[in-house]
């Protein structure tokens, strides 16, 4: 081994809120020397394949890198997530190129002792590591160094150092994920089942309280607001599992609750997908729509204040601890005529009806209904989705994730169509504010305005007329006897309701 430096060296890694690069394989570090420039680079997992690039701090979004090969990986993976500190190690390492018999580089060998840089963990004892990084073509002889130091009883070799990292301050790896993963039973009390999967959703909403208060970035406050609307569909799809009296007040307070939290994440998306609008007017145009992007900023931002102070209200405090101990407490005088029946039974019998009337709604509409028709039923669409997520783990995952996905090719169009919707009405409703400040806001920005709306208008057809194709990919024979396997029993009767 011929050595190649070290020293001191202090490091943090980052991922997304959602571990969304550990998840493809991929860890992020900061490294930061005590005389050299930081650096921030991009590590393949197991591998010694990585992309690094000086800076002088780690931005908050990949798209905030100069562009090259770290913010497109980054890019590709992280997404609109931003990037966030998971822990900060302090120590030193020093590393060695392994050479084999003809003199060529296979590996590299990293000599290091890391512990927790934050005082909280200033009692722990450092932790000394051998790790390997083989090159790539040279896996076998990689193999046969990390043999020889196995044989030396040097314990800690081939470690990851996240996962290292994670452990030495008790974290652990996708300790966060906002899709649904409770295991149901099928013979468990519906009740029981009901409550373990909405107890879950009040943990997604807790998770998420500190990045919307801080605004992190977009997504917290849209995992929120699935959760609340997951919340709300259980309560008024699953029927008969809990006394109605008892959930007036949490489905006044979720309703409340998807209300305030409405406008902000509207203007998210708008500004989201704000560049992309801007690409479908001609390149001298695209400048003339930054007064709409600076009305919708201060917008977003009065909006965000509401959402934040609708979290630090009272009125949220009493609804979340109010319904977290009516979940964990509850009661028989709770519960409704079907709370004692099977999982299973309870779960067939509610799909199967939301799915028919999916098919009775998109069976009725034409080419001259109106585009109230279609949203009502998106809102069906996404009704039976919920359910069909609540209860996926009753079912055989295969069969059940081609239902959902005819089910998602439908809700693609629908949702693309009321998205647009929205924004033809938001953009009428912009330009008009935008127009009523007079000679504050140039000509050329209405104009703007108009040329965007006329092109989203011609999206908007061309959605619409593929309505009728997507609908008939979902309403297939071989699709419905899918569907019918799946969900449709003739077992015995629930006190169910339309």
């Not at 060998?109 to 450092?126: D, I, K, M, N, V």
């Amino acid at each position: 081994m011929v050595s190649e430096g070290g020293g001191a060296l202090r490091l943090t890694f980052y991922d997304s809120f959602d571990w969304r690069l550990h998840r493809a394989g991929l860890s992020l570090r900061l490294e930061q020397p005590s005389r050299r420039p930081a650096k921030l680079c991009c590590a393949r997992q197991g591998t010694g394949e990585e992309d690094c690039q000086d800076v002088a701090a780690v931005p908050r979004f990949a798209d905030d890198l100069p562009a090259g090969r770290l913010r497109t990986r980054l890019q590709q993976v992280g997404g609109i997530r931003a990037l966030l500190p998971l822990v900060t190690l302090r120590g030193w390492r020093y590393r060695y190129a392994v050479r084999n018999e003809d003199g060529k580089m296979v590996a590299r060998c990293y000599l290091e002792q890391w512990r927790p840089a934050s005082r909280r963990y200033a009692g722990s004892a450092p932790v000394g590591l051998v790790r390997l990084e083989p090159l790539r073509g040279y896996e076998v002889d990689t193999a046969a160094v990390a043999e020889l130091l196995r044989g030396e009883e040097l314990e800690r070799t081939g470690i990851d150092l996240l996962q290292t990292a994670l452990e030495l301050v008790g974290r652990v790896a996708d300790d966060y994920s906002s899709k649904l993963d409770v295991k149901l039973q099928p013979e468990e009390d519906a009740v029981v089942a009901v409550r373990r999967l909405l107890r879950s959703q009040v943990d997604v909403m807790r998770a998420n309280e500190a990045g919307i208060r801080h605004d992190l970035d977009s997504e917290f406050l849209h995992d929120f607001r699935v959760a609340v609307r997951r919340t709300r569909s259980a309560l008024s799809q699953i029927k008969g599992i809990f006394a109605e009296p008892a959930l007036a007040p949490f489905r006044d307070g979720f309703a409340w609750l998807g209300a305030v939290t409405g406008p902000k994440r509207d203007l998210d998306v708008h500004l989201l997908q704000f560049p992309e609008q801007q690409r479908l007017l001609a390149p001298g145009q695209s400048a003339d729509l930054l007064p709409l992007r600076l009305l919708l900023e201060q917008q977003q931002a009065a909006a965000g204040a509401e959402v934040v102070a609708a979290l630090k209200s009272a009125r949220y405090r009493r609804l979340m601890r109010y319904w977290q101990t009516f979940l964990d407490q509850g009661g028989t005088e709770f519960d409704g005529a079907n709370a004692r029946q099977p999982a299973a039974g309870v779960a067939n019998s509610r799909i199967w009806r939301v799915y028919r009337r999916v098919r009775r709604e998109g069976r009725a509409i034409s080419a001259d209904s109106p585009p109230a028709d279609l949203h009502e039923l998106r809102k069906s669409c996404k009704k039976l989705r919920y359910l069909m997520e609540f209860f996926q783990s009753l079912y055989p995952r295969n069969k059940m994730r081609r239902a959902i996905s005819h089910l998602k090719d439908l809700q693609e169009n629908l949702g693309q169509y009321q998205d647009q919707t929205v924004q033809l009405a938001n953009l009428r409703r912009h330009s008009e504010e935008l127009a009523a400040r007079g000679g504050e806001i140039p000509v050329p920005t209405l104009l703007a305005i108009g040329a965007l709306m006329d092109r989203i208008a011609g999206a908007h057809q061309q959605t619409r007329a593929g309505f009728a194709r997507r609908f008939a990919a979902f309403y297939t024979p071989a699709n419905h006897r899918l569907f019918r396997e799946l969900f449709h029993t003739r077992g015995p009767s629930m006190a169910d309701q339309p």
